[in-house]
Antibody
């Protein structure tokens, strides 16, 4: 059974940093690209970042480029999102999501339960 | 970036109704479109991929169609478990974008 479990969220002041983790199990982690998707309170879904199975080719939505870094450790089956220079508008539930295919582009077939990040003074 | 526009934003319907949600892309995306269902406090769930392929385990009352810039999600006979928010997502371009969501409410 595929499981994705996020951790590392919480309350942080504007300008601060957090590192989210997503522990994966039930599939061959290194084979699949992964993504982070966020959802501000009461709002819709927003794609944040994706990374290939090998850890190459990370890409980001414009609003987080230069502040967030996606990475993965395939030996630990873990996905990360390092978030720096956090802003109030980064407040959201952050989901990690697994790509359903091993091709260049794919939908997301499994999602974690989400972790709340609150940026506030 | 490609913009995804869903309509309607809110839909009121009754159990047993047939409902259709539309998603329009600002540029052609082929069939690279997915539909997700989200219930309050839960993660999204994949329903349809590649515009019309039903994800394993999803009831056959859900169906998707379309290509290019216009897509639809149809629920043939609403069940109580279907009242939720639905999102489309394009994955033709690497900067994935979601529609703003359609909340399906009980009439």
């Amino acid at each position: 059974e595929v499981q994705l479990v996020e951790s590392g969220g919480g309350l942080v002041q504007p300008g601060g940093s957090l590192r989210l983790s997503c522990d994966a199990s039930g599939f061959t982690f290194r084979t699949y690209a992964m993504s982070w998707v966020r959802q501000a309170p009461g709002k819709g879904l927003e794609w944040v970042s994706s990374i290939s199975g090998s850890g190459q080719s990370p890409y980001y939505t414009d609003s987080v480029k230069g502040r967030f870094t996606i990475s993965r450790d395939n030996s630990k089956n873990t996905l990360y999102l390092q978030m720096n220079s956090l802003r109030a508008e980064d407040t959201a539930i952050y989901y990690c999501a697994k790509w359903s295919k091993t091709t260049i582009l794919s939908d997301f077939d499994y999602w974690g339960q989400g972790i709340l990040v609150t940026v506030s003074s | 970036d490609i913009q995804m526009t869903q309509s309607p934003s809110t839909l009121s319907a009754s159990v047993g109704d047939r409902v259709t949600i539309t998603c329009r892309a600002s540029q052609a995306i082929g069939s690279w479109l997915a539909w997700y269902q989200q219930k309050p406090g839960k993660a999204p769930k994949l329903l349809i991929y590649e515009a019309s392929s039903l994800e394993s385990g999803v009831p056959s009352r859900f169906s998707g169609s379309g290509s290019g810039t216009e897509f639809t999600l149809t629920i043939s006979s609403l069940q109580p478990d279907d009242f939720a928010t639905y999102y489309c997502q394009q994955y033709h371009f690497y900067r994935y974008t979601f529609g703003q969501g359609t909340k399906l409410e009980i009439k």
